[in-house]
Every structure is written in structure tokens, then in C-alpha cells.
């Protein structure tokens, strides 16, 4: 065979295989692009395999349809005095509902996952298709070279198509999850499971997600009140007309994230007003509203002056038992229900009550528990539509009251705000529209000098609806607001100034962030907290406490920083009994956390270190625990209290009291006396 023989005989051979007559065959890098193409495009198959068998598996299930709790709710409504059958339907519950959101969790990373994989098949199919391509020679066959560029371009289109299809794919899984949540929010007592049947049999042992008081104390929250499910109102901030008062009109520009917008003035935040703890300064020269050290004599706002649940008071009752009246100076009906704790100033009590028709703000003697008056706050045609769907064990009236010694300031789950003087005329409302909240709105209110602090998140991070407002508390003016790329949230903001400056810290998925109180101004955000944020947080010991169940841990972040906080300044992260309601409680080195599965746990708030952990195997809590006179005060769902000391081995309880009716509220405490909101009335104890 000649020279020339040998040389067609190779050009044919090529173009069997595949490659026109003279091309050198593929570039550097093909078999590594193609390999990779390979792996993720099994990547891709095996986990789209693993999603739709566990859809197979699992299907998404509404847990309110779920065939055993069904039958489990006619059997208690059949049997409305069998405790046992109450606890099982308790604990399918918590189940039902953590199932559902692993489940959803399972979806999203697998979408995600499938995304992730659809795109590098894509990148690497791309780039080995473009090294495949042969190196024209001049011999080269124009025939066979066109037909290469056809095929090519079919091969292109197809990856195309399929990238597309991935993309789609996992979009529309990632998003199945959420649409199920949506359905959910819709349903008649929402999510937890807690249908009318059930709420009708609860006896004080509210859910895992119950309203608390006021704030989402834990759970969903609530503040200790969390509360239900809100369509989207017109506009997430309708400033309406406020009755026989004043409109709230805007001035400045459009808030932007981190931005506080100034109007009607913002004025300096005055730091020499503020105590060398985390009492925040309500009170500044000339401002219409009560000096700092009036303030902290009271208990102006959910867990008291600086949000802590601690109490300067040592000579508080330790023993009581309503079922028989000893130690109770009075107990006093309330008309309206609600899940939200008491607030006291001076010698007045005040709650709040809601139904679909009213909300109302009540003023009781605190001597007699004698009603001195009621107030209604109007809503607007928006916001008294349709009453926004609520959780049973949550209502209508989940967040607490907050005071700043001049008026009284509420908010309601259908996004109406309120001022009322301490004698009872209304000054000021308006509707912020029913908020898009899952479960419902329960943040509780806190105040800054003569401002009233309003946290109003709802969706989710995504959907820019959330906003941090500071209303001027005489007129209802906005005096800032901020817009927050955060998902609806339970939890109730603070104010602490921290030897340097003020801050006002809020917390909800995905962010803890630290504002000025007198502008907006944001300090610095740490990411971390996720899903359903109820606990509120503390500041102890130079540390921000904020996290619970549904964000995995619970941290410890120094208050000190700037900027993005999240990789500088985390002390610690806790992972076991995780609240989802209650707000923890830190006294000297201990920091308590008492979680939905009734079991308290204390772990060492410098270092995060566990220190014990002690069971209420009878109990379910969603009351924030409180501290006064050196004893930490737990009130169970079904009115159980108990009194003891905590140590660094262990909790010893002292005393067993009973508070004679299911209570989900915080307690607030006076000299001599424990203002308690059970679910029927109001109580003094201590005479």
C-alpha cells in the first residue's frame, strides 16, 4: 500500500467515526468537560428521582386533613372530658405540623439541588460541545464540516431545551412547598392543626404555636400571642384617617432597607437618658411622655420595661390558689377575648379584647380590678372587610398594649393602630391593611420617648412588604419607617442602650438587626434566624439572644458591631431545647429557655455551655417565663405556676400554684402583687 493509499485510508476511517477527512479531532479539555457533563447530568436523574419518589411517598397533605387527626377531633368533640384523647390530638399535632415543614424543607433542597446540577450539565455539555469541534485542514470536506455545524446546532437546541426543563422543574418544586403553606393559611383554624373542634376542647394546653402573650413568645409565634392568617391588604401601609383625631400624613421620602425616612423631625436620641443596663430611655427633656425612672417602676410593655421579664421587685407572692381564693385580691372578667398580657401604670391594668366586630382596649383599677373603661378603635372599610383568619388558640387581640405613662398604645391582627389617653378618649388610629402573615399578626408594641414602635412583618423576605414604623404617639405622624427583606414574624422588638449607643433590635427570617430608635438608622444585621421566628429577644451581658426552634439555634450576638455582623460577631449558638414560643430569660450567668415539649433548659449565657435541663412532664408552656426576688415564676397553659430557684445544678421548685383557668399570657409584676391574664379574667394576686 503506498504512502497515499494509507493517508485516504485514514481519512475514511475518520469520517466513519465521526470527524471530517483532515480534522485533528478534539481540543484540550473535552474529556474533562464531557465527563463533568456526564456526572451532573446523573446528578440531575438521581436526585429528580429522589424527589418524585418521595412525592410518591409523601405526598403533600393538608395536616388538617389528615385521616387520623380527623378522627382523633370527632372523638374529642364526642368526648370532651377525656384528657387522654386531648393529649393525643396535642401530639399528633406538633407532629403533623414538624412533619409537614421537614417535608417542605426535603422539596426545597432538592429543587435547589436539581437547579444547581441543571446548570453545570448545561455549562459543561456547552463547553464540550464547542472543544468537540474538529480543526478544519484544508483537505477538509466542506460536505461533511456543513453537516457537523447541523448537527451541532440540534445538539445545542436540545441541551437548551432541556436546561429549561430543569430550570423549570426546580423552580416549580422549590415553590410547591409554599403554595401547599398558602392553602394551608386558609383554613379554618390554620396550620397547627387546631380546627374548631379542637380549639373548643383545649383546656389551657395551647399548641406549640400559640398565641402568648401579646408577642410570639414562642411560637409563631404569638408574643405570647401569635396569631393567624391575613389576606393581603390593600397596600401594606394605609394611612388612614384617624377617628376624632388627626390623618398621619408622610413627609419625607420613601424608606429604603437600613434607611430610616425622617418626618416630622426625628431628633437625636438623648444617651445621658439611658441607664447603664437595658432599660431603654423612653423619656427625654421636654417630650410629652413619662421620665425614665417612672418608666421603670411599671411595666409599661410586654415583659416589662426593657422586654427582659425580670422585675425590680423582691416583695412579690410566691403562694396563691384562685380555685379557693387565698392570696388573690381579685379576679375580674373581660369581655372581650385575647391572648395578650397585661400592662400596668400606676394605679391601671390594661388589656386588650377583639372579636370579628370590635376591638376594644380595656382599663381596670388596679386596686379593685373595678372596669374603669373601655375603648374602641375604629377600623377602616379595608380593614373591617372580612376579619383576617386567625389561629383558634391565638384570636384576634394577640399583641400586648404598650404605654409610655402618657397614653396607651395598641395594635390588633387586622393591622389597626391605636392611641388612647389614660382616661380613656381615643386620639389617634389608623389601618396599616391586614397584614399577609401566615398565622397571623402578634408582634407587641414597645415605645421610644413619646414614639410608639410598631413591627409589621409579613410574606416573605422576598416580597418587600415588611416595614419598621415609629409613630409620633401624640398625633399618629410616621416620624420614620423602614422596609425590611424580612418574612412574616411573631416576635416583639426591643430597646437597650449599650454603654455606647441606643439600639432597637427586631428579629425575623432571615435577619436580627440592630436600628436607631430615633431614626431608623440601621447598626448592623447578623443572618441566621429562619422559618417561623417567635421567641422575642433579650439583651444580657453585652449579648443579643434571639433564635428558637424554627431557626435551628439560638444565638448569642455582641451588640457591638457594624455592618454584617454575621461571621464577626456570634459568641455562641445553642441547638437543644430550642423554644418556639417562649422568650428566654436570662438572670446573672444563667440563661433559661423553656421549650414547647415542656422542658426547661439552662446553659451558661457567657460561654453557651449546658449546664441541665429539668421536665414538666404534665405541662405545656407557651407564657414567657418571668423573675422576681430572686425566684423564676412558670405559668403552664392549663394555670399551673410554679415558684422555685435555678442554679448552676439545677431548678428546684419551691411552690405549686393554681390559677384556676387556662393561661398563654405573661405576668406583670407591681410591689406586693402578679397581674396575670388567664382566659377568662384578669387577676390580682397578692392582696
Sequence with gaps: MTLAEGNRGERVGDAAGGLPPGASGPREGFVA?????????????????????HYAIRPPVDPLDNPQFVALQKQAVAQPRNEALKERVRELDLRLRREYFRDRRFREWGAWLLIGGGLTFVAAAKIASSLRRPLPHPTGSDILDELHERNAALARLGV?????????????????????????????????????AVAALRTGQASARTAPE??????????????????????????????????AQRTG?????????????????????????????????????????????????????????ISAHDDVPTVWNAETGENIAWKSPVPLPGNNSPVVWEDKVFVTGADKDRRVVYCFQAATGEKVW???????????????????????????VATDGRRVYAVFANGDVGAVDLAGKLIWHKSLGIPENIYGHASSLCTYHDRVIVQFDQGSPDDDLSKLYAFDGKTGHVVWEVSRQTANSWTTPIIFHDGRREQLITVADPFVISYHPADGKEWWRFEGTTGDCGPSPIFHGGLVVAGGEYSYYMYGIRADGEGDVTKTHLAWELEEGLPDTCSPLAVETRLILLSASAVMTCYNSETGEKLWEHEFPEDMFTASPGWAGGKIYLFANAGKCYVGTVSDEGFQIEHENSLGEECVTSPAFQPGCI????????IRIGR
Design 33 to 53: 468537560a464531557y465527563r463533568t457533563a456526564v456526572v451532573s447530568g446523573v446528578f440531575c436523574a438521581v436526585v429528580a428521582a429522589v424527589l418524585l419518589v
Design 160 to 196: 437548551g431545551g432541556l436546561a429549561a426543563l430543569l430550570l423549570i422543574s426546580g423552580i416549580a418544586l422549590s415553590w410547591y412547598g409554599r403554595g401547599v403553606e398558602r392553602q394551608l393559611a386558609d383554613a379554618p383554624a390554620g396550620i397547627r392543626g387546631q380546627g374548631p
Design 253 to 309: 421620602a420613601e424608606a429604603t432597607p437600613g434607611q430610616g425616612t425622617g418626618v416630622q423631625g426625628t431628633g437625636a436620641a438623648s444617651p445621658g437618658a439611658a441607664s447603664s443596663g437595658t432599660v431603654p430611655t423612653p423619656a427625654g427633656g421636654g417630650e410629652d411622655c413619662a421620665p425614665p425612672e417612672e418608666y421603670a417602676r411599671f411595666w409599661p410593655r410586654f415583659r416589662g420595661p426593657d422586654g427582659s421579664g
Design 675 to 682: 397581674f396575670i391574664r388567664g382566659k377568662q379574667h384578669l
Design 374 to 400: 373601655e375603648c374602641e378603635v375604629p377600623g377602616t372599610p379595608e380593614s373591617t372587610a372580612a376579619p383576617p383568619k386567625v389561629l383558634a388558640d391565638t384570636g384576634l387581640a394577640a399583641p400586648t
Design 214 to 247: 401579646g408577642m410570639p413568645a414562642g411560637g409563631a409565634p404569638a408574643a405570647e400571642g401569635n396569631a393567624g392568617q391575613g389576606t393581603a391588604a390593600q397596600g401594606t401601609a394605609t394611612q388612614g384617617a384617624a377617628a376624632e383625631g388627626t390623618t
